[in-house]
């Protein structure tokens, strides 16, 4: 999910690569509906993804195939983050999860030791990202997943691609064309609209 991330946002805007990545949680939330008025609502996300991916519009198409292998990864990790934290208990799953992340992708970190070294500055951005996106966050989440069924997980997550145009507006100066805002507008209505169209309570997943 990750790696796929970072791969998409060094090709395209933040906000343009979160709401390709989001339409993971929302197909999961979808298929945990499974109404044709959610199956609608999904292709209304389809069509803003497509809205987003105009030509002109700054996005390439490695940068979208990335997007969306995030999105796959984020849809298997809502399940699997489900099941390690009704199977165990505090954050020793967690911790076990990032012992794992960090041996798969040790040769990819080995190979930067030496430009992180020369760089302090570059060293404590680097820590601070990986202890806020993956430490800080994945730790709230595991919490959320232990609580909540990974359809109602997927679509509490539905306004992350409006808060990453507003951040990549104002943090990273990233300007959105018409289209793009388009795009966003159907791919958050989605969201919201498949958790409106949530009437049963979710299923509460055991500690």
């Given at each position: 999910?990750?790696?796929?991330?970072?791969?998409?946002?060094?090709?395209?805007?933040?906000?343009s690569?979160?709401?390709?990545?989001?339409l993971?949680?929302?197909?999961v939330?979808?298929?945990?509906?499974?109404s044709?008025?959610?199956y609608?609502?999904a292709?209304l996300?389809?069509?803003?993804v497509?809205l987003?991916?105009?030509?002109?519009?700054g996005v390439?198409m490695?940068?979208?195939?990335?997007?969306?292998?995030?999105g796959?990864?984020w849809?298997?990790?809502i399940?699997?983050?489900?099941?390690?934290?009704?199977?165990?208990?505090?954050f020793?799953?967690l911790?076990?999860?990032?012992?794992?992340?960090a041996?798969?992708?040790?040769?990819?970190?080995?190979s930067?030791?030496?430009?992180?070294?020369?760089?302090?500055?570059?060293?404590?951005?680097?820590?601070?990202?990986?202890?806020?996106?993956i430490?800080?966050?994945?730790?709230?989440?595991?919490?959320?997943?232990r609580?909540?069924?990974?359809?109602?997980?997927?679509?509490?997550?539905?306004?992350?691609?409006?808060?990453?145009?507003?951040?990549?507006?104002?943090?990273?100066?990233?300007?959105?064309t018409?289209?793009?805002l388009?795009?966003?507008?159907?791919?958050?209505t989605?969201?919201?609209g498949?958790?409106?169209?949530?009437?049963?309570?979710?299923?509460i997943v055991?500690?």
């Amino acid at each position: 999910m990750n790696v796929c991330f970072y791969q998409s946002i060094a090709r395209i805007s933040l906000g343009s690569a979160v709401t390709i990545e989001f339409l993971g949680p929302l197909c999961v939330a979808v298929m945990g509906q499974r109404s044709w008025r959610h199956y609608v609502l999904a292709l209304l996300a389809a069509v803003g993804v497509v809205l987003i991916a105009h030509p002109g519009g700054g996005v390439t198409m490695v940068g979208v195939v990335f997007g969306l292998g995030s999105g796959l990864g984020w849809a298997g990790y809502i399940f699997a983050a489900a099941r390690v934290g009704g199977a165990t208990t505090g954050f020793s799953g967690l911790a076990v999860s990032m012992s794992v992340s960090a041996l798969a992708t040790l040769p990819w970190a080995m190979s930067k030791v030496a430009v992180v070294a020369h760089g302090p500055a570059l060293g404590g951005r680097v820590a601070l990202v990986g202890l806020l996106s993956i430490v800080v966050g994945f730790a709230a989440e595991l919490q959320a997943l232990r609580r909540l069924s990974p359809s109602a997980a997927g679509v509490l997550m539905s306004l992350d691609p409006a808060i990453a145009f507003v951040v990549g507006a104002i943090v990273l100066r990233e300007r959105a064309t018409p289209w793009v805002l388009m795009g966003l507008a159907c791919v958050v209505t989605a969201g919201v609209g498949v958790t409106l169209g949530r009437t049963a309570p979710e299923e509460i997943v055991p500690q």
